[in-house]
């Protein structure tokens, strides 16, 4: 049985595991994504039913919001979070680098992560010249 030093042991250990903000990156990817739909943190606060100064707070990383409410921020800026085992990190983060390089025609828009009707074509030719 647990007695109670040991069960503040565990909590004092879990409460210093954590965040002191959200990370630098999924910071800046938020305020991007914002900005880049043409939306203030006003503008994205009302969405979410949220103060302008709360938006400001977590992109500043004053604060950590609920895991609910980061649910509803990147789902409201058409993204996701989404568990990927530690080892799949490095292959996922360069999958969503590779998608959002400029192609080869240079229009800089995001490319499907499947192949397109012409791609297909390409590699069957590819396939039939070994």
């Known amino acids: 049985m647990v007695n109670c030093e040991q069960a503040a042991s565990r909590i004092l250990h879990i409460k210093q595991l954590r965040l002191e903000g959200l990370p630098e990156e999924m910071r800046r990817t938020l305020k991007e994504v914002r900005e880049k739909r043409g939306w203030t943190q006003r503008n994205l606060a009302c969405r979410l039913g949220l103060t302008q100064t709360h938006i400001s707070s977590i992109e500043s990383g004053k604060i950590v919001p609920r895991y609910d409410t980061l649910l509803e ?58």
């Not at 568990?83 to 490319?111: F, W, Y």
């Open 73 to 130: 921020l990147v789902r409201i800026l058409d993204r996701d979070l989404l568990m990927v085992p530690r080892a799949l990190v490095p292959v996922v983060q360069s999958l969503i680098r590779d998608h959002l390089q400029p192609d080869e025609k240079g229009d800089g828009e995001e490319r499907s992560l499947y192949a397109d009707a012409d791609d297909k074509e390409s590699s069957e030719e590819s396939r039939d010249e070994v």
